[in-house]
């Protein structure tokens, strides 16, 4: 069941080593079918070059395994936690990233340096506190932080982002790590100036307006936050 | 029409996530064609994985459209602001890679610090202002503020390089980046010092004098600034 | 003979450049059957390009030539001292790589202040003293300072990781040097702090137990150290 | 002519940008013919996507031009003057590799932190004067200043390195690389201890015994410097 999506969540997953945002099985990205509430997920550390679409763990909004000879990932509670309480939500990516998970081990925000910044996120990254251990626990404390944005630096932990599309909050993890190396280069180098709220709200709304093919089919259509 | 262009501006646009110039959608490169005056870009917010030379967007030089299906770049008024104002330039790259992208994030220009830079710049790489919406604007300041070079620093922005050719400013784009990173590597460990302005004139006129092959066909002509 | 491991320690050899920890000849992964008790391990200054399984050395516990007609790696009596004094292990790898090493060069270990270095190594990263000659030496000096680790550096030298199988100590040799990446870029910003011994257990413990694929078949195990 | 040299030197070139060592068409490899004494090298201003066996520049040492219809390399000079006056000497790689060259952008030798740095250079990378223009005197500075490395990095400007094979000196560009950056890491974090010098030389005088394949034909030899 459910083989669009899993060739989806597969090739997502896929993703995550090309753009250097994992290393050996760390990471994953879920998608929830938005019919049948199911989420199709990675399966627990197996390594990127065996996954297959067959080998995809789908779930119930409970963790109830629906499909799949494998175990999903030890993150799945995580991401059902998000998934039950935020209707929009219909993809999360979960990352170690290397510079953005810099930021996240001191448990600093990356402000918003960068017009990027603004019209990728909106506003600053928002860091949450640390969750040594729960599932669940990770997923309360990533809503309870995350507030408007669709990126999350987990402290001492790592990334999630969240997306109304698997695909848009795979972008967004991907964006990240970008900025979060700018941002790291240039504070070695000196001191950035935030660009104002106000000024970050208008270069989003703007950009939310202008940027890529809204009617051109779901092929061109760019993911937004 | 403009097909040979088409399939130029394509491969060239694919050049910026193979020199990890950009990611996901990010970035662009354009050509004017010198006979009609039209410009070939990049459409807006398509993956460089999905780009083909059918898709690209060619624009008249106020901007309408005049082949292609898909919406041209976001950064498109930028791009024709500057070629209407400079009929020098026929090829212009837009990206935000890491290195020079966090000099651009403190307003720092890149002084002369190494030979390369000399012969590949022939001076430091100047800052524009911050611009933080308007593409006509922005297209304004790179113009105001980029003087004799063929590559400037946009605040809290990125980079925009300019060239006779489009693979001129694509070969701007990659030297800028690599200068970038060693000038970023070397302000960590100490304080390099500048070569002087009249020793970066000569090292910049004998290296155009001698370097590539000028008469050899186009194929090994090298693209200076 | 053993056909089938030196197909696996060439595969895993060829791992260390994919995955950035060595560059030209240096680094290698050698295996233990636990049958014959001889050990698989890469040939002495072959470049990766060129191994085959069946340019790999086979050695046994005193370091005999049992089969390969190349000389094996400088290390490999550093290898079999670990091999001879520690029955748990049959996989180790050794590299340079950058992050990991630039730790090493200092004599600092890594401390735990992220979650993954908790589950991953269950504590700091140890660091050796500073063997500058002698093989057996250095593998007593190994043995003298991992503890319970799977991971160790060693002063002024690089990295070496042990675990019940090649993959295993593959895998803790991976994910070091993405730890360290973070960890380094961290302690460029600011001052991480560590995540307290005991919950460290705790977490280590609980990933244990829930990550990856227990009773799946050999190819989706999780090689825990 | 020269048909096997020209093959290696074109597939030695190509091991720059595959080992990130170069960007566009900076770089280059040469290889002396202890025969002949002709002097192989890469053409000038070629990206390397276009480099054929063909295309390869042969010239006498005085630079005449023996065979090939593109330009030689702008620093051909500096080549046929370090071969001139060095007969041991038979390949030259020269690069601008980012951490090495941060080194040479502050005139700073890169000292002997790492074991890898005693047995592959033998001692600390030293620093050659600043030579803006000039490709003579380039390689005249160069032999004043290399003493018995095989690897000098070049102030303001770049990496060259020398050895008895176009392959070892390939080599000790890649390694040199590899250490820069661990060194350049572990300065950011603190103050690493040199070798000593007499440790230093033994250590290189084991290894250079010991390492490699000695007898067992040229495929599997290791370059030494």
Redesign the interface.
Known sequence: MLENLKKLVCRLNLELPK?NLV????GNVSARDPKTGYVVIK????NYA?LRPSLMSIVDMEGNIVEG???PS?DTKTHLYIYRHRQDVNGIVHT?S??A???A??G?PIPV????IAYEFGGPIPVGEYI??GDEEIGKEILRSIGKSCAILMK???VFTIGPTPESAL?KA??L??VA?????????????E?PPE?VE??AR??KE????KN?GE????NNC
């Open positions: 753009n290393t050996t099985t760390s399966p627990s550390g197996v065996e000879k494998l175990k030890v170690h290397s510079y998970t810099s930021f081990a001191l600093k340096y960068l017009i990027a040594p251990i001492k932990h790592g972008r991907i964006v790590e970008d190396k700018t941002v790291h280069l240039a504070l070695l180098k000196g001191k950035p100036e660009i000024e208008k270069v703007i950009y202008k940027y890529g093919q051109q092929m061109y259509e760019t």
